[in-house]
């Protein structure tokens, strides 16, 4: 029961691990390559130390399997990092783009000529986190758009970028009580 628990801990952490490597995210990737690691020999140790025989390496492999699964789902619930969109439209919808706006979306728009006719595309940025809330609204608005994405791996200013920088300040600037009045 042991050598289980401890792979369905350790590789959920690999499977971090890698993800935050990709990210280049470095300092939390080696904290939990420390962790993944102790984790790893102690494992190990204890299906080889021959007290268990081939149930152990049995429950080691299957422990495998569905850490992996567990990473997955963890990683999923995370949402770490940031996807593109280019959405490609047959026509120009602007009850679409503007309310993509009004929730919070950056939204690039662009005319070019398609095979038969215009064609526009839009470009959007947005975190993992909120993917799934734009596909939704593109698929309510725009539901014959053509849509691709691909996770940027590094980008500098834009909307997105101004908004965070926005966040993180309101984030640190204390807030004014209820009953001070605005001058």
Do not use: C, W
């Not at 770490?80 to 679409?96: A, H, P, R």
């Not at 994405?149 to 908004?163: A, D, I, M, Q, T």
Request: proline share 3%.
């Amino acid at each position: 029961m042991l050598i289980l628990v401890l792979q369905l801990t350790y590789v959920p952490l690999l499977t971090l691990r890698t993800i935050f490597l990709v990210k280049n995210m470095t300092v939390i990737a080696s904290l939990l390559g420390f962790a993944e690691v102790l984790i790893y020999v102690f494992g190990l140790s204890l299906v080889f130390s021959g007290d268990q025989g081939p149930l152990a390496m049995l429950v080691y492999a299957l422990g495998f399997g569905i850490g992996i699964l567990i990473g997955g789902a963890v990683e999923k619930k995370l949402a770490i990092g940031y996807n593109s969109f280019e959405v490609n439209l047959m026509e120009k919808n602007t009850d679409l783009i503007n309310h993509l706006r009004n929730v919070g979306f950056g939204v690039t728009v662009y005319q070019g000529e398609g095979r038969d006719s215009q064609r526009y595309r839009l470009d959007i940025l947005t975190k993992r986190s909120r993917e799934e809330e734009l596909l939704d609204l593109i698929d309510e608005y725009a539901p014959k758009s053509f849509i691709v994405s691909y996770e940027p791996r590094r980008f500098k200013g834009g909307f997105l970028v101004n908004s965070m920088k926005k966040a993180r300040k309101m984030t640190i600037l204390p807030r004014k009580k209820s009953n001070e009045v605005e001058k």
